[in-house]
Nanobody
Framework: QVQLAESGGGLVQAGGSLRLSCAAS????????MGWFRQAPGKEREFVAT????????WYADSVKGRFTISRDNAKNTVTLQMNSLKPEDTAVYYC????????????????WGQGTQVTVSS
């Protein structure tokens, strides 16, 4: 069983930055593909970014490409989402997820999920 815990959410003005972190409990963290997803009020959960187990491959949603950066530290069992140039439409609950088999933009590929952290961007 893998437990994921997100932190770093909050309220920020448009154009600002936030850094989300996800701490994983698994000793085998380095074998998991990791992803970030988000869910805005009244909308379905959507893909944001993903990173391979070895951190050599990343993939971003078009809506965040060039503004968000996903990274991981396998020695510390953490994955981070650096969010710059935030927009009001980035407002959502952000979820960290782990996939035991590769990395993906598809939620169905993820086995473990965190509880989420709220990000609110004011205009």
């Amino acid at each position: 069983q893998v437990q994921l815990a997100e932190s770093g959410g909050g309220l920020v003005q448009a154009g600002g930055s936030l850094r989300l972190s996800c701490a994983a409990s698994a000793r085998t963290f380095s074998t998991y593909g990791m992803g970030w997803f988000r869910q805005a009020p009244g909308k379905e959960r959507e893909f944001v970014a993903t990173i391979s187990s070895g951190a050599d491959l990343t993939w971003y949603a078009d809506s965040v490409k060039g503004r968000f950066t996903i990274s991981r530290d396998n020695a510390k069992n953490t994955v981070t989402l650096q969010m710059n140039s935030l927009k009001p439409e980035d407002t959502a609950v952000y979820y960290c997820a782990g996939a035991s088999n590769g990395y993906s933009r598809w939620m169905s590929r993820y086995d473990y999920w965190g509880q989420g952290t709220q990000v609110t961007v004011s205009s």
